[in-house]
Structure formats: C-alpha cells, structure tokens
C-alpha cells in the first residue's frame, strides 16, 4: 500500500504560479500511474492531470488547465509535483494526488479508477 502526502499549496495572486508536491511511503510510486485532481466545496471532485507509471511517458491533462499545468515525477524522490502557472481564482480548490496500479500505462481521468488518495491541499487563487 503506497501512501501519499500532498504539500505545496497557500495563497497567491492571480497570474502567480506554485508547485504541488506529491510524496509517497510505503511503496515505490513509480509502480503506479499518478493523477491530480481538485475540489470545491458542493461540486465533484474534478480531474486535473495525469503522469504515467515509470518514467511518465504519457500524460494528460484537463482543458481549463492545459497550458498553464504541467505534471512530471521524480522517481529517485518518489514525488510527483504539479507545476501550475498563470493561476486564475477559479483554480482555487482543495487539491488532491492520487495513485493507481491496475493499469499504471495509462492516464486515468476518473477519481474511482484510483486506489490510493493522499489527504489534500488549500490552494487559493486571490484576483
């Protein structure tokens, strides 16, 4: 069982940029395909971006942030980050990375195809 610990969010303007970070314990994270997703109060979770298993050949990403996002992973750390720029205030959400190994070649966009969530992360996006 891998077990995540997201890190990295806070408050900033718009037009701001921060990176998230997904850590994992327990297992090696580049056994599983690795997905961000966010949440705001009263909606469904929303996915954000995906990275494949290994070496994170495969990627994908939602539209409201392609362009402005970019998902990568460091084995040797066992972390996948979330570079996000040209944040908008609606990108503030609780952001979530999760991680799932029934089929770790692809680039799942569903937040039940995942099996392992870590517990979350504020970012506020101020206009």
């Known amino acids: 069982q891998v077990h995540l610990v997201e890190s990295g969010g806070g408050l900033v303007q718009a037009e701001d940029s921060l990176r998230l970070s997904c850590a994992a314990s327990?297992?090696?994270?580049?056994?599983?395909?690795v997905g961000w997703f966010r949440q705001v109060p009263g909606k469904e979770r929303e996915f954000i971006a995906a990275i494949s298993w290994r070496g994170g050949s495969s990627t994908n990403y939602a539209d409201s942030v392609k362009g402005r996002f970019t998902i990568s992973r460091d084995n040797a750390k066992n972390t996948v980050y979330l570079q996000m720029n040209s944040l908008k205030p609606e990108d503030t959400a609780v952001y979530y990375c999760?991680?799932?190994?029934?089929?770790?070649?692809?680039?799942?966009?569903?937040?039940?195809?995942?099996?392992?969530w870590g517990q979350g992360t504020q970012v506020t996006v101020s206009s």
């Open positions: 327990g297992r090696t994270l580049s056994s599983y395909a």
């Open positions: 999760a991680a799932e190994s029934r089929l770790p070649a692809g680039t799942p966009r569903r937040s039940y195809e995942y099996d392992y």
